[in-house]
């Protein structure tokens, strides 16, 4: 049985590793075939996006614009929020309501996302249309909002941890020379947490630029290359979810274009996640 077990926990520990290189050889094959028919350059920089209806044009502008447009929002509204939440449980929340409050926020994490498009779509953009009466039912802004508060426990999470892990005696140091306790959050707690803080933010980025069903569901289908929130437009991973329903030929250009667009948010997540890892070495401070 020693020398079994060994090797079951091996088999069972590569399964995540082979099903990451499956993915990873798939995406290659599939976009190199694509990339035969089409030419890179038109590919990356084309500003026009059209494979289904001719004219058809490949150009990936309109939906890595639209994709950071969500993230953009969904940051703006995660991470002072997130960030906010962190200190509070850290340097102000009493221990018996950390018990409380942090599994409730933890909780918004376990929602499905389609539950949130239809948040979306059936209570923030109403709100948004009274305020903005030119806002579409289908807009940027609705989806970018309702992402940033689908990964609010992500940040506040990461972070609060992140602060609890600083040692008890920099603040009481702190305390000693005269500071009052948002001082003590702001120049000596978050600072010393800096790295893990980071982290989480770009973790979050990260989380928002690959989701799919919010952005299916709240922005619309539009591939619109624009700077107005207000506007429908379409992200990367909503175009795989509209071809990827059945109408699409296996082996056309247009279902190529699915790898394509895959391997373009693979690589944005994958160099993201890389730059998370190196900015919590970088920056990390060991007690």
Request: proline residues 6%.
């Amino acid at each position: 049985m020693n020398k079994v077990m060994p090797i079951i926990l091996f088999l069972c520990a590569s399964v995540s590793v082979l099903t990451t290189i499956g993915i990873v050889v798939t995406l290659i094959t599939e976009t190199y075939q694509f990339f035969q028919k089409i030419p890179i350059f038109d590919f990356l920089f084309g500003t026009k996006w059209s494979p289904l209806i001719p004219p058809k044009s490949f150009g990936v502008l309109p939906l890595l614009s639209g994709t950071l447009m969500i993230t953009l929002i969904a940051c703006l509204v995660a991470i002072p929020l997130g960030l906010a939440s962190a200190i509070y449980l850290s340097e102000y929340a009493p221990k018996q309501v950390r018990k409380i409050i942090k599994p409730i926020l933890e909780v918004l994490a376990g929602v499905p996302t389609i539950v949130y498009g239809y948040f979306a779509l059936s209570l923030v953009t109403p709100f948004i249309q009274s305020i903005f009466p030119s806002a579409g039912i289908f807009n940027a802004l609705s989806a970018g909002v309702v992402v940033g508060i689908m990964i609010i426990p992500m940040v506040s999470s990461l972070s609060e941890d992140a602060m609890s892990a600083v040692p008890r005696s920099l603040r009481d140091g702190a305390y000693a020379l005269g500071a009052t306790r948002f001082e003590v959050a702001l120049k000596i707690v978050v600072p010393a947490a800096f790295s893990g803080i980071v982290a989480s933010a770009v973790l979050a980025f990260s989380r928002a630029i690959g989701e799919t069903m919010i952005v299916t569901v709240a922005a619309g289908s539009t591939p619109n290359m624009t700077i107005n929130p207000l506007e429908s437009i379409q992200t990367m991973t909503a175009y795989i979810v509209q071809v990827s329903l059945g109408d699409t030929p296996h082996g056309t250009i247009e279902y190529g274009s699915i790898f394509a667009v895959g391997m373009t948010l693979f690589v944005i997540t994958f160099l993201l996640n890389i730059l998370a890892q190196y900015i919590a070495r970088k920056f990390r401070e060991e007690y």
